[in-house]
């Protein structure tokens, strides 16, 4: 997974990494591989004792600290790069075995919305329940052809009666 988070598709492509989610089914269980640096739960740079304060307030030589933006304030602790250096460590391989499981919506997906919307994209094709609202729509559009197949879904007409 890139930094933007998407994966090579098809050799060449690049898609949302959500993709290979997606088409996993609920339950099943999916292999991560992950790089991980071994550092990374620790804390990998600590700054200079002589401005760290103490629990008192008081900087580790006795003083008090400054007030901000006074000329007495002090200055920063110097940035040394090789304490850095020295703590950085090659991300290591992990892999995890994850179960997919749905998530619960802790908003709404739409805004102003309390409901999850009756339709199904499968395919690249949308799906909707054939209802007063798609008749009224496919009317106001002027779709008379998917007008006439909801109305007839709907309403069907009549059988013609043998009097």
């Not at 304060?53 to 790069?81: H, N, Q, V």
């Not at 090789?82 to 460590?89: C, P, T, Y």
């Not at 008749?135 to 779709?143: F, N, R, V, W």
Request: without cysteine; hydrophobic residues 35%.
């Amino acid at each position: 997974v890139s930094e933007q988070g998407e994966v090579t598709f098809r050799g060449h492509e690049k898609v949302d990494f959500e993709y290979l989610i997606t088409k996993r089914k609920n339950g099943e269980t999916v292999k991560l591989r992950l790089l991980r640096n071994p550092n990374s739960r620790k804390t990998t740079f600590q700054p200079s004792d002589r401005t760290a304060p103490s629990t008192d307030g008081r900087k580790s030589d006795g003083a008090l600290p400054a007030e901000p933006g006074s000329a007495a304030a002090a200055p920063a602790a110097p940035f040394d790069i090789n304490v850095l250096v020295e703590h950085h460590a090659m991300p290591q391989p992990v892999e995890l075995s994850v179960t997919l499981a749905p998530t619960n919506d802790l908003v709404p997906r739409e805004l102003y919305k309390d409901y999850h919307p009756e339709y199904a994209i499968v395919g690249g094709l949308v799906f909707v329940i054939a209802g007063l609202p798609l008749m009224d729509q496919s009317e106001d559009k002027e779709a008379w052809g998917l007008y006439h197949e909801v109305r007839d879904l709907l309403f069907p007409p009549y059988a013609e009666r043998d009097d």
